[in-house]
């Protein structure tokens, strides 16, 4: 099993609908991370929680929401989707015991289309 | 504002070396990473420099400049499986990444 996991995989739904993705990880990590990759930008962060009373917003948070439910799982809601966040969403996490590099685990991603 | 440049796109011959280069500008540094990600796949970490200097690791190499806010990724003997994409980031003061929107590396027979 991989060691992030993120569901749905793939998801198309339609503008104002209200859309939920989510993340386990098995890594044991504390910290946990959601980014969104778009074609030709580099990845950006959505949301950050370095536990679970912990939860900071990111480079471009607005219209979306989290809830790290445990230290395994970190979830991402758009409470209504519109077109420009269709987008490649990834979960990492990283340990904060993990030295200076503080290196991120990706899940395999979550490519979310609104029409 | 802060800023990672790194070429678009890079094509290179099976076995040969070929060098991804990364400038930033950033508010502060503490550290510079290079991610690997296949297509449609999740980044996976390659290296990690926040000296000056060379870091090698098997066929990959990462070197940092500091004082240019430049670093290069070099990939000896080249393999077919080394077409990717290729993430630089660079941690700033508020240890928060920041991303290049990466180099897609296309490895030609």
């Known amino acids: 099993d991989a060691d992030v996991t993120q569901t749905p995989r793939n998801r198309i739904t339609k503008t104002g609908k209200r859309i939920m993705l989510e993340c386990s990880q098995t890594?044991?990590?504390?910290?946990m991370y959601w980014y969104r990759q778009d074609p030709g930008l580099g990845l950006r962060l959505i949301y950050y929680?370095?536990?679970?009373?912990?939860?900071n917003k990111g480079e471009i948070s607005d219209g979306y929401s989290v809830s790290r439910q445990a230290q395994a799982k970190f979830s991402l809601s758009l409470e209504s989707a519109i077109p420009n966040q269709t987008a490649l969403y990834f979960c990492?996490?990283?340990?904060?015991?993990?030295?200076?590099?503080?290196?991120?685990?990706f899940g395999a991603g979550s490519r979310l289309t609104v029409l | 504002g802060q800023n990672i440049d790194q070429p678009t796109e890079m094509t290179a011959t099976e076995g040969a070396i070929v060098q991804i280069n990364c400038t930033y500008q950033?508010?502060?540094?503490?550290?510079l990473f290079w991610y690997q990600q296949h297509a449609g796949e999740a980044p996976t970490f390659l290296s990690y420099?926040?000296l000056d200097g060379l870091e090698e690791k098997g066929r990959f190499s990462s070197f940092l400049s500091r004082s240019k806010g430049y670093s290069y990724l070099l990939l000896k003997e080249l393999q077919m499986k080394d077409s990717a994409s290729y993430l630089c980031?660079?941690?700033?003061?508020?240890?928060?990444?920041?991303w290049g929107a990466g180099t897609k590396l296309i490895i030609k027979p």
């Open positions: 990492a996490t990283s340990d904060l015991h993990g030295g200076g590099a503080n290196v991120l685990t």
């Open positions: 890594k044991g990590h504390d910290r």
């Open positions: 929680s370095f536990d679970v009373k912990d939860i």
């Open positions: 950033t508010s502060g540094f503490n550290g």
């Open positions: 420099n926040v």
């Open positions: 980031a660079v941690r700033d003061s508020n240890y928060q990444l920041i």
